[in-house]
């Protein structure tokens, strides 16, 4: 059974880090990319990062460039999302996700269930 599991998320206040994480089961991680999206109510699901083993450097949308650093311990099969600086705009449930390839969400194959980050101001 394929499961991506999340965990980390909470309240923080504006300014602070949360660490996020991804475990994954049920499926060769070395062969799938594992992006981080997140959606805010009455919002869109976004894509904020993304990080393959195999190819490339991570993805990050412009929202969270300098702020947010996404790692993989492939010896876990975890990936990883460090949130620093955090601001308000943040606030939402983020889901991991993987697939053959970053890109938009709908190329994602398995989800995640999310966990709730809310930065307060």
């Known amino acids: 059974e394929v499961q991506l599991v999340e965990s980390g998320g909470g309240l923080v206040q504006a300014g602070g880090s949360l660490r996020l994480s991804c475990a994954a089961s049920g499926f060769t991680f070395d062969d799938y990319v594992i992006g981080w999206f997140r959606q805010a109510p009455g919002k869109e699901r976004e894509g904020v990062s993304c990080?393959?083993?195999?190819?490339?450097?991570?993805y990050y949308a412009d929202s969270v460039k300098g702020r947010f650093t996404i790692s993989s311990d492939n010896a876990k099969n975890t990936v990883y999302l460090q949130m620093n600086n955090l601001n308000p705009e943040d606030t939402a449930v983020y889901y991991c996700?993987?697939?053959?390839?970053?890109?938009?969400?709908?190329?994602?194959?398995?989800w995640g269930r999310g966990t709730q980050v809310t930065v307060s101001s």
């Open positions: 996700a993987a697939a053959l390839f970053c890109g938009a969400a709908k190329f994602y194959d398995y």
């Open positions: 990080i393959s083993s195999s190819a490339g450097p991570p």
